[in-house]
């Protein structure tokens, strides 16, 4: 029943901040998916007899890799896969079920925020014991392992009906089909105050959560309208669609632009939100005000005393670097930690797990907290909720209050998607060439106090992650951060990070990209983003 296959190395397989995203067709080659995972479970040491965690967002090519995970986990000697039903498992849930389960660890297929569909993106990560994503050790084995596999181990089980609960033995392994909600809504209910929600919502309040036919949407059906008593309808794109209903699921400005637009309009609801592609990204927009990810993190962490979960006070606070500095003051003022990451999830388990971290996020709107390992994006929804029921206010006097005692950040990413990427690594190259003669010299009539290549030393483990972003820091406390990010399938993605900081509340409440112009313009001179690039402007402003 178990084969042993004969096979050959890719040698494309090195995982990102988040997992292998390749195309579709990349992981439809023969035994691409077979390596990878094999690759995986060659780098784990004493998985004989342990619980392995499975489930993805529901994207084309969901099912058919679910069950070759399943024969190649009976294969390799695993007791029991776990896989959420339908194959539906969103990433924070997945982070959960590892954890409750005391599991080994898990494999979530997903490209996360990236669209879906025959010739759109894949993707597969391990998660650790933990929940969170492999640390790079463990990415950096498999990726070595991929590099000279020579056979992947597989069992002739036939197909596992994934859409019925219960447990079944496949093989000699257990295979248990769980309900994809039940346990994180019920985690989700010993952190926030479900009597003051639903007393919220049947007071009126008004809510749109769009789900972007990505996972989150059977448990926004079942947390917000079910449990909470929010009107039929508040949940809205909620069946998860293989290609995600042919629409990007990235939860930014420009890929849910309807839901802004109905927030600005004249007959808006209270609340508006979104989550992404695997559920740990999250939008948030009040009637008349979109809240920028690094302001929500920042209004969070200064309000989750309100919510039961987090009533004794944060151990800490963790940014990625890129993400503006607003956080950095709640930190402050709060009398905690705060920690400046890399970019990627990863980094900041090492905190949590630590209990030096309760709170993290990342200026790429994912948010969340020590009750997983991973960002979650209705966590962070149902946290602002929790806040509003709590404030008796709307969003907007929240943030208004918020600036008033901290001051504002004016904050934009500027990303140039799928530059060619000989040309993005030409134009970090030459910036990091001239990062030595930067400081002293005036842009756009702006003195640059300071310019680094961003390197992390762990204060947990001591290790250290250099090239982690080009940062040129101006006198008075504006910055602009340059990076290539490795969650694309084609190309590179240049994103540039602006930000300004206005203490003064008269100057609060600008447009911001009327706010940020002249440090815009800067980074076009510092970089030459036009020149190296071709781009007059970015694909994508959030």
Known sequence: MIRTVATTPYNDQKPGTSGLRKKVPVFQQPNYAENFIQSVFDSLEGLAGKTLVVGGDGRFYNREVIQKVIAMAVANGFGRVVVGQGGILSTPAASNLIRKRKAFGGLILSASHNPGGPHEDFGIKYNAENGGPAPEKMTDAVYARSKVISAYKIA???????????????????????????????????????????????????????????VTGPYAKEILERRLGAAEGTARNFVPLEDFGGHHPDPNLVHAKHLYDE??????????????????????????????????????????????????GLKG??????????????????????????????????????????????????????????????????????????????????????????????????????????????????????????????????????????????????????????????????????????????????????????????????????????LIKAADDIAGIRSHTGRDKPSVIT
């Open 156 to 214: 002739d089980v036939g197909a596992v009906d994934l859409d019925k609960l219960g447990t079944f033995e496949v093989g000699g392994m257990k295979v248990e089909v769980v309900d994809p909600v039940a346990d994180y809504a019920e985690l989700m209910e010993t952190l926030f105050d479900f009597d003051a929600l639903r007393a919220l919502f049947k007071s009126g309040f008004r809510m749109r959560f769009d789900a972007m036919h990505a």
């Open 263 to 312: 927030m600005m309009g004249p007959n808006a609801p209270d609340f508006g939100a979104a989550s992404d592609g695997d559920g740990d990204r999250n939008l948030i927009i009040g009637r008349g005000i979109f809240i920028t990810p690094s302001d929500s993190l920042a209004m969070l962490a200064a309000n989750a005393h309100l919510a039961p979960g987090y009533r004794s």
């Open 317 to 518: 606070i963790a940014r990625s670097m890129p993400t503006s500095g607003a956080a950095d003051r709640v930190a402050e003022k709060l009398g905690i930690g705060i920690y400046e990451t890399p970019t990627g999830w990863k980094f900041f388990g090492n905190l949590l797990d630590a209990g030096m971290a309760t709170i993290c996020g990342e200026e790429s709107a994912g948010t969340g907290s020590d009750h997983v390992r991973e960002k979650d994006g209705l966590w962070a929804v149902l946290l602002w909720l929790n806040i509003l029921a709590v404030r008796g206010e709307s969003a907007k006097d929240i943030v208004a209050k918020h600036w008033a005692t901290y001051g504002q950040n004016y904050y934009s990413r500027h990303d140039y998607e799928e530059v060619e990427t000989d040309k993005a690594n030409a134009l970090v190259d030459e910036l990091r060439g001239k990062l030595a003669s930067l400081p002293g010299t005036t842009v756009q009539g702006m003195k640059i106090a300071s310019a680094d290549d961003f390197a992390y030393n762990d204060p947990v483990d001591g290790s250290v992650s250099k090239n982690q972003g080009i940062r040129v820091l101006f006198e008075g406390g504006s910055r602009v951060v340059f990076r290539l990010s490795g969650t694309g399938t084609s190309g590179a993605t240049l994103r540039v990070y602006i930000e300004r900081y206005e203490p003064d509340p008269a100057g609060h409440g600008q447009d911001t990209q009327a706010a940020l112009a002249d």
